[in-house]
């Protein structure tokens, strides 16, 4: 699924509280690649990603998704959208703790109205494409931060989304972990979904192919390789 931004602004508060989170935003994300979004703590990339993934209605401009724009359409379509085309991580893992693992991953399946056994059949696996094909009746509070996450994966991409958000996902894990769940991503993008991720860690940056970098709500460097990054972090 492609993405293009054309001069995306986002605007809160008014008079003298007013502040430009997103100022000309234009980017342009082609079907089946593997991006990082970086920038310092209130660049705007939080923001971008709200609006990539049809959390939130840009101010002004237009953001086309797959040729389609979506930047004004009613909140009934954008969730129509959210269901059936985009899967999102992020860092809190946010699982229901009274649900089993299988449960977590079947609720997307609920709201889309799909038969109980395929919603049965479809978390299975997506949980196995995760590797959790054995914690499949585990709770959140019986499985380590990784496995939850990975739940939370799982869960994201049972609809078989063609465009996957991820949020500070690894924020909260340690490096191994960390590790376990880029390969993940690595996976699933080399299976053909579009994967976007926000993150402030190069180290985790490094294992996308390109880097968007904001900076005061504008993209300054929107085609930056992985090992181009200690220039900029550095300037």
């Known amino acids: 699924m492609s993405i293009q931004l054309k001069n995306i602004t986002k605007v809160y508060g008014y008079g003298e509280t007013t502040v430009h989170a997103l100022a000309g935003v234009n980017l342009t994300v082609e079907a089946g690649e593997y991006c990082a979004i970086m920038g310092a703590s209130g660049s705007g990339k939080s923001t971008m990603m709200n609006v990539i993934g049809c959390l939130d209605h840009p101010s002004s401009g237009s953001y086309y998704l797959d040729g389609v724009n979506v930047a004004h359409l009613g909140d009934k379509d954008l969730a129509h959208i959210r269901n059936l085309k985009l899967g999102f991580v992020f860092q809190q893992f946010h699982l229901l703790p009274q649900l089993t693992a299988l449960e977590n991953v079947m609720l997307p399946m609920v709201y889309a109205g799909i038969p109980l056994d395929e919603r049965r059949d479809w978390a299975t696996e997506a949980l196995m494409r995760v590797g959790l094909e054995k914690r499949l009746h585990n709770k959140p509070n019986q499985l380590s931060g990784g496995q939850q ?87």
């Open 149 to 235: 996450q990975r739940v939370a994966i799982a869960r994201a991409i049972v609809n078989n989304p063609v465009l996957l958000l991820a949020d500070e996902p690894t924020g909260a894990l340690d490096s191994r972990t960390t590790k376990e769940i880029l390969n993940i991503f690595t996976q699933l993008n080399a299976s053909g979904m579009t994967v976007v991720m926000v993150t402030h860690e190069s180290e985790v940056a490094c294992c996308t192919h390109r880097v968007i970098w904001f900076k005061d709500g504008q993209v300054v460097h929107p085609y930056l390789a992985p090992e181009e990054l200690g220039r900029v972090t550095a300037a």
